[in-house]
């Protein structure tokens, strides 16, 4: 079996000497442009090129979560896309939201800066249950991050495409689909993004939605920047319906220095790290997935491209 890798933004040789550890019998080689035709592919943002170079792929193995971007390419129908599920970024996801919504909600971040100013500020506790949290998309990682959140005793909604009758059983109040959106959304006094990116979730954090949140609510994103529509997240950060945002995804990376988020008072912002790729986590998955695959057996993660995730 010949395998290719291609990653754009990662120095190949730990990833190539971990896979050809994994597996010994494969030709595992770093892709160079008129390569011989592999059988599998890992990939991370490759060229259009690539593609068309490895019309044959059986299977492209992609090494995050989201497939946004690889799904703007042309990819023969008979290669398989698989996406990592979790590979330790589900843990990330649940330290990184925990995080932004504890430090809003018990007002760190004011009390920090009072420190800086040598203050002994007490602040009047807020209420938990005051604090309900909605998370949108309940896959591999908002399901982690709402679970994450329920140990800490905030109740949180969750909204996905289809319904979760599991959910009651996790703590979560669950709600499927665009008909329930409003009312999902009315009881949120923070909203977490884990939405994929696809043509239906693309612009969802816009006005017409942020302002059916309950008034003072915080916003995390942490799945792609362009579920956001920058101006109406900024005008209802400036009129006081939104008190915060925690933002680690942007249309544009790295986010501009122009850019106004960059210098306003109420973003926390981080480059895109709210979950990284773990190296050895990722080659143990998808190892555990070529073998499965070459045993015959149906495998988890397979992209479905009419959904778009
Ligand atoms: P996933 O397992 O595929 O989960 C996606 C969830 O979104 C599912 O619950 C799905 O509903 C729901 N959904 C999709 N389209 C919807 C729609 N139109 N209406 C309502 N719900 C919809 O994905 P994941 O592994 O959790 O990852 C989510 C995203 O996180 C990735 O696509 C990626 O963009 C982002 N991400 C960001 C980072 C980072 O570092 N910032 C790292 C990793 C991933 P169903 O359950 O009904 O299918
Ligand atoms: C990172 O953003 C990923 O999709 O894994």
């Known amino acids: 079996m010949r395998i290719a890798f291609c990653c754009t933004d990662t120095r190949p040789e730990p990833w190539l000497e971990g896979l050809r550890a994994a597996l010994p019998q494969a030709d595992v080689s770093l892709w160079q442009p008129g390569a011989p035709p592999a059988d599998i592919a890992v990939v991370w943002a490759p060229p259009q090129q690539f593609l068309d170079e490895q019309p044959q792929l059986k299977a492209l193995f992609n090494i ?26 589900a843990a990330q996801m649940a330290e990184y939201v925990c995080h932004a919504l504890i430090r809003h909600f018990r007002e760190f971040d004011v009390l920090e800066q ?130 915060g945002a925690t933002l680690d995804v942007f249309r544009t990376e790295p986010l501009p220095p122009e850019h106004p988020f960059w210098r306003h008072p109420r973003i926390t912002l981080t480059p895109h790290t709210s979950a990284r790729t773990l190296r050895d986590d990722s080659i143990e998955q998808i190892v555990g997935k070529i073998a499965a695959w070459q045993r015959g057996e149906a495998i988890s993660g397979v992209v479905d491209r009419e959904r778009g995730y």
């Not at 996406?83 to 330790?88: I, N, V």
């Not at 209420?127 to 896959?139: E, H, I, K, P, S």
Request: charged residues 20%; proline residues 4%; glycine residues 8%.
């Open 64 to 89: 995050g979560a989201g497939v946004d971007a690889l799904l703007r390419l042309r990819i023969p129908e008979h290669t398989a896309i698989v996406r990592l599920e979790d590979a330790g970024m």
């Open 114 to 243: 009072a420190a800086q100013r040598g203050e002994w500020a007490y602040r009047k506790p807020r209420r938990r249950q005051d604090f309900a949290v909605g998370v949108l998309g309940l896959g591999v990682l908002g399901l982690r991050v709402a679970q994450a959140l329920r140990q800490f005793e905030f109740s949180v909604h969750g909204w996905s495409q289809s319904p979760k009758p599991e959910a009651a059983a996790w703590g979560l109040e669950a709600h499927a689909g665009w008909a329930a959106l409003p009312t999902f959304l009315s009881q949120c006094q923070a909203l977490v993004c884990l939405l994929p990116l696809t043509d239906q979730t693309r612009d969802i954090l816009s006005r017409d939605t942020l302002q059916q949140l309950r008034p003072g609510a915080y916003v995390v994103n942490v799945a792609r920047g362009a579920h956001v529509v920058d101006e109406d997240l900024l005008a209802l950060l400036d009129s006081g319906h939104l008190a």
